[in-house]
């Protein structure tokens, strides 16, 4: 497989999950501590972001890095996406190419991802949350569920094999049930 052959990845609820100051409704457990907290000013008001990371996603990062070249591409702010970034790169140096906000267009009330941005040659898979992200690029998009707190889940472990041997894996339309090319073939996640 080639590393060339870029994976956008989006960041909150798919990798992250993040509550900041003032957040009136609670995803998280209270109680339960964040990974790290970032401290960000926005609009001269500085704001403290507790961030819980995906279980499974240092590890994530550390497989597909080996296998694509990963991009952030988030419709977060970039002075948050930014340093959401730094802290799961973690000096590793895998999240050097990063899309945000700015880089998206509003498109039926949400944030599409533009992926020509990133590359013309459209072989480009992008794992995203949110299905209007991928609007523009349904043949690209490796849905995921949203994550908030789940401790057991395993989203991103399950996708592993996908993303390492994405040719045997039949695609669907998006938000169809995911169906393996042979019988043989493990069903590795539900939505792909
Ligand atoms: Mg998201």
């Known amino acids: 497989m080639s590393r060339e052959r870029p994976l956008v990845l989006d960041l909150d609820e798919t990798l992250i999950h993040s509550q900041h100051d003032g957040v009136i409704r ?15 000013t926005i609009d001269r008001h500085p704001v403290r972001f507790f961030v819980h990371k995906r279980p499974h996603v240092d590890f994530f990062l550390d497989i597909t890095s080996q296998w ?10 970039e002075i948050y996406g930014a340093a959401v970034a730094d802290k799961l790169d973690n000096n590793r140096g895998i ?10 267009t509003m498109d ?8 020509s941005a990133i590359s013309r040659d459209l072989s480009i898979f ?9 609007r523009s690029y349904p043949d690209n998009a490796i849905p995921i569920k ?10 991103l472990l399950n996708l592993l094999p996908v993303l390492d041997a994405p040719e ?9 049930q995911s169906q393996p090319a042979s019988s ?6 539900c939505c792909w």
């Open 146 to 155: 949203s994550w908030f707190s789940d401790p057991y889940d395993t989203a």
């Open 108 to 115: 039926f009330g949400s944030f599409t991802k533009d992926l």
């Open 68 to 77: 694509y070249e990963l991009v952030v591409f988030t419709a977060s702010m």
């Open 184 to 189: 043989e073939q493990l069903v590795a996640c």
């Open 26 to 40: 609670q995803m998280v457990r209270p109680g339960t501590p964040p990974d790290f907290i970032l401290r960000v």
């Open 95 to 104: 999240l050097r190419r990063r899309f945000y906000r700015q880089h998206c």
């Open 126 to 134: 992008i794992l995203d949350n949110s299905p209007g992200a991928y």
């Open 168 to 176: 045997v894996y039949q695609r669907c339309p998006v938000g169809a």
